[in-house]
């Protein structure tokens, strides 16, 4: 029976040993459609998951991910990739969907407003913020829009370095949906950073735009594959009410 999502939190654990017991592909696919439905930074989607089942691949992975005991033990891996570069395909797709939901039939005043606002955000807005050049672009929009928020709210993150981590935070949302899934049905998960993310990409066939955001663990956990009791700070000390 699956576990409630309260359940599916508790359950999760990073698991670094891994039984020797298969797991079911299409279940972990179908953990991957949840991923895909995590919120995302402007609807932009800039990700793609990587589900490893190939005995090579994953050799292969494990070495690039220093054999640590998540990999090597594990059953299957899932690498979560971002791809800032496919900004202008993405915005494209919205564009499309906006179109074929709107279509030429006539439109209210709230939903011809709302069709403006948002077809004008992917047209003007994402441009101005995605488009950079040796990073030049990018610190000037950022003085640009200092200036200006000294007058009003702005948006402030516009230079390379900010535009990737808002792509890894959207990456982020939809590795822990993943693994909440994967709680869900009881298997289990390890996100790993300790990777080389060159030696993942060049296994992977990943172009030069395309960044690791983590690689992720999946099988049964063993007995010994919690390595402790659960560790948090009191909860006191990360709360605020304001």
């Known amino acids: 029976m699956e576990k409630t999502v309260s359940e599916a939190i508790a359950y999760r654990r990073s698991t670094r040993v891994y039984k020797d017991t298969p797991i079911d592909t299409e279940k972990v696919k179908q953990c991957l459609v949840n991923a895909s439905l995590a919120p995302t930074s402007s609807n932009l989607q800039l990700w793609e998951f990587y589900h490893v089942t190939s005995e090579d691949k994953l050799k292969a992975l494990t070495e690039a991910c220093f054999n640590q005991n998540a990999a090597s033990t594990a059953k299957q891996l899932v690498v979560v990739v971002t791809r800032k570069d496919l900004w202008r395909k993405r915005a494209k797709a919205n564009l499309d969907f906006l179109n074929k939901v709107y279509g030429d039939k006539d439109l209210s005043e709230r939903d011809a407003k709302r069709k403006k606002m ?71 998960t390890c996100p790993m950073e300790g990777s080389d993310t060159l030696r993942v990409k060049q296994i992977l066939d990943l172009p030069r735009g395309a960044e690791i955001n983590m690689v992720i663990g999946c099988g049964i956990r063993d007995d010994k594959g919690i390595y402790g009791p659960r560790f948090r700070v009191p909860f006191e000390d990360v709360y605020f009410e304001v």
């Open 118 to 188: 948002a077809m004008g955000y992917y047209k003007k807005v994402i441009p101005t913020i995605y488009t950079d050049f040796l990073g030049i672009l990018g610190f000037m929009k950022y003085l640009v829009f200092q200036v200006v928020g000294l007058f009003r709210p702005i948006y402030r993150q516009t230079r390379q370095s900010d535009m990737r981590i808002v792509a890894h935070k959207s990456a982020g949302l939809a590795a822990q949906n993943f693994m909440t899934s994967m709680a869900a049905i009881g298997y289990d």
